[in-house]
């Protein structure tokens, strides 16, 4: 199953929305505007109902985001030191990420390697646009939603 996320280009609390295949809002970002270290949460958009939460953890040597489901830990995505390229860890998930992460273009395999989700960007687009399959319909979308939106702001938080 394919999803969009269309990120805003001129807004502060980083809100937006995420689409499935036939282009239609399913989930919502909703970004705190003032908070000590960055936080959002997905919402489902019938309900309401937030579904996950993603939070920097703000005393840390490298970026680190963690995710939340029900108020319980789930993962913890961080970078890790690295001379060439960025490589990032998904604790909790027993899960890899490999590609091309500063392009956007990148494959998430469990732990026996099978592919999890593929993501990439989309270019000439006027806002940030990104396309992700979930290939594994068996692993929580949301789940995999939150590790993505997890480490698009583990990414920020290292170029700031």
């Given amino acids: 199953m394919k999803f969009y996320m269309k990120q805003k280009v001129f807004s502060l609390k980083q809100d937006f929305d995420i689409y499935n295949d036939k282009q239609e809002p399913v989930y919502r970002v909703d970004s705190k505007l003032i908070s000590f270290g960055r936080k ?49 860890v998904i604790e909790g998930m027993n899960w890899v990420v490999d590609g091309s992460i500063l392009q956007h273009d990148y494959t998430i395999f469990d732990n026996q390697g099978k592919e999890i989700a593929s993501i990439k960007k989309k270019f000439l687009s006027w806002s940030d646009t990104f396309e992700f399959e979930i290939i594994n319909e068996t692993v929580d979308e949301v789940l995999i939603l939150a590790t993505i939106l997890a480490i698009d702001l583990a990414m920020d938080l290292s170029e700031s």
């Fill in 40 to 88: 959002a949460k997905i919402l489902d958009l019938q309900s309401g109902e937030a579904l996950c939460e993603v939070n920097q953890k703000v005393f840390s040597l490298f970026p680190t985001v963690d995710v939340t489901q029900n108020g319980k830990f789930v993962s913890r995505i961080r970078k890790k030191f690295s001379f060439f390229k960025p490589k990032y």
